[in-house]
């Protein structure tokens, strides 16, 4: 792939102790000043990969001064290979980028999160094949073939379980690859993957290697939040007006995103000179998202459903993924209300 995707960025090392990284981004132009004091309050985020149109509405708030105008003193952490769930749980950082999958698992497992807005508000990773095999025209047709995966927990289960919606018996062999799946599966090495369309289907068409998808929903598999915004619980509760600030603004970046994808796309890159060496690329990740991805049914950006939660979360309970501090399977469904919020959310 081109640059690597924030898809590939779970790795799930969960509850690690890491060492505090000081870095920050600046807050919100819809609330109030963070610091009546006129002190900007330092918040940092953590980022999951290296910057990405996943990050685009944090970068416009970045470029535009919103979190400026809030009071705050905003950093981002670049990815160091630990993830964003371990960072914000252990309260080496405020925020981070994460997905309800990882998220779910250390949640699980007792880290000290909370999602407080959801970027993406479905699925943007699918399953895909080379667009030339004729062979597989539905994940049926993935039985008793090679699947180029990531390592992540759950990742197998759900595989199966689309395979089997769609009529198949959900058994094929995995070989993990990290990123490099890509590759294996363009030179013909795996069968299929599980690409984000928003970006590596996209860099794939641009370089003349074009992909079938299939969507995990089309089978009858529960949707998720892709994308998340998550924040350390701690920290939320001792700190509610500067957390109100710092999730206003990003949902402003977001939903400018929403409204201009193309002048989005472009705050993107001025943010990060250098970083895309394919515009295009970026240009139509972003009009996608935009007309596909960043806003719930009644147009709004960043609201959760206890129903989208409880929907994929839920599926990760039953089928043992989700695992206690112990390391031992859930044996009730957690409580999923307690694991998101809407309340820092601008109102409608």
Same mark, same amino acid.
């Given at each position: 792939?081109?640059?690597?995707?924030?898809?590939?960025?779970?790795?799930?090392?969960?509850?690690?102790?890491?060492?505090?990284?000081?870095?920050?981004? /600046?807050?919100?132009?819809?609330?109030?000043?963070?610091?009546?004091?006129?002190?900007?309050?330092?918040?940092?985020?953590?980022?999951?990969?290296?910057?990405?149109?996943?990050?685009?509405?944090?970068?416009?708030?970045?470029?535009?001064?919103?979190?400026?105008?809030?009071?705050?003193?905003?950093?981002?952490?670049?990815?160091?290979?630990?993830?964003?769930?371990?960072?914000?749980?252990?309260?080496?950082?405020?925020?981070?980028? /994460?997905? +309800?999958? @990882?998220?779910?698992?250390?949640?699980?497992?007792?880290?000290?999160?909370?999602?407080?807005?959801?970027?993406? +508000?479905?699925?943007?990773?699918?399953?895909?094949?080379?667009?030339?095999?004729?062979?597989?025209? @539905?994940?049926?047709?993935?039985?008793?073939?090679?699947?180029?995966?990531?390592?992540?927990?759950?990742?197998?289960?759900?595989?199966?379980?689309?395979?089997?919606?769609?009529?198949?018996?959900?058994?094929?062999?995995?070989?993990?690859?990290?990123?490099?799946?890509?590759?294996?599966?363009?030179?013909?090495?795996?069968?299929?993957?599980?690409?984000?369309?928003?970006?590596?289907?996209?860099?794939?068409?641009?370089?003349?290697?074009?992909?079938?998808?299939?969507?995990?929903?089309?089978?009858?598999?529960?949707?998720?939040? @892709?994308?998340?915004?998550?924040?350390?619980?701690?920290?939320?509760?001792?700190?509610?007006?500067?957390?109100?600030?710092?999730?206003?603004?990003?949902?402003?970046?977001?939903?400018?995103?929403?409204?201009? $994808?193309?002048?989005?796309?472009?705050?993107?890159?001025?943010?990060?000179?250098?970083?895309?060496?394919?515009?295009?690329?970026?240009?139509?990740?972003? +009009?996608?998202?935009?007309?596909?991805?960043?806003?719930?049914?009644?147009?709004?950006?960043?609201?959760?459903?206890?129903?989208?939660?409880?929907?994929?979360?839920?599926?990760?309970?039953?089928?043992?993924?989700?695992?206690?501090?112990?390391?031992?399977?859930?044996?009730?469904? $957690?409580?999923?209300?307690?694991?998101?919020?809407?309340?820092?959310?601008?109102?409608?």
């Amino acid at each position: 792939m081109g640059i690597p995707e924030p898809t590939r960025s779970r790795i799930w090392r969960i509850l690690a102790v890491c060492a505090a990284l000081v870095v920050v981004l /600046s807050g919100c132009g819809d609330a109030t000043r963070a610091d009546a004091g006129g002190t900007p309050s330092t918040i940092r985020i953590a980022l999951d990969w290296t910057p990405n149109t996943n990050h685009t509405g944090l970068f416009v708030a970045q470029q535009r001064g919103w979190f400026t105008d809030a009071g705050l003193d905003v950093q981002f952490l670049p990815y160091s290979g630990t993830s964003p769930d371990t960072l914000v749980g252990s309260g080496a950082a405020e925020f981070g980028i /994460s997905f +309800q999958d @990882s998220f779910s698992v250390s949640k699980a497992a007792g880290a000290d999160i909370t999602s407080v807005m959801a970027i993406l +508000q479905h699925w943007a990773s699918e399953i895909a094949v080379r667009a030339d095999r004729t062979d597989i025209n @539905s994940p049926k047709d993935l039985d008793g073939k090679v699947y180029g995966g990531f390592g992540g927990p759950g990742e197998d289960a759900k595989m199966r379980a689309v395979i089997r919606d769609a009529g198949g018996q959900g058994q094929f062999t995995t070989v993990v690859l990290g990123t490099s799946a890509y590759e294996a599966l363009y030179a013909g090495k795996v069968d299929f993957t599980e690409p984000f369309v928003t970006w590596e289907a996209i860099d794939a068409q641009l370089r003349g290697q074009p992909l079938k998808t299939f969507a995990y929903t089309d089978f009858g598999f529960p949707d998720a939040y @892709s994308v998340l915004l998550i924040g350390n619980g701690r920290w939320l509760a001792e700190h509610p007006q500067q957390a109100r600030a710092f999730v206003q603004a990003a949902q402003r970046g977001y939903r400018f995103a929403a409204d201009d $994808p193309v002048a989005a796309g472009t705050l993107l890159m001025d943010a990060n000179p250098g970083a895309f060496p394919e515009p295009e690329l970026v240009t139509r990740s972003q +009009q996608l998202m935009s007309e596909r991805y960043l806003r719930d049914p009644s147009g709004r950006v960043g609201t959760q459903t206890l129903a989208r939660w409880a929907g994929f979360s839920g599926f990760l309970s039953d089928a043992g993924v989700l695992l206690d501090s112990s390391g031992q399977p859930l044996t009730v469904r $957690p409580d999923f209300a307690t694991w998101f919020t809407d309340e820092y959310l601008a109102a409608p």
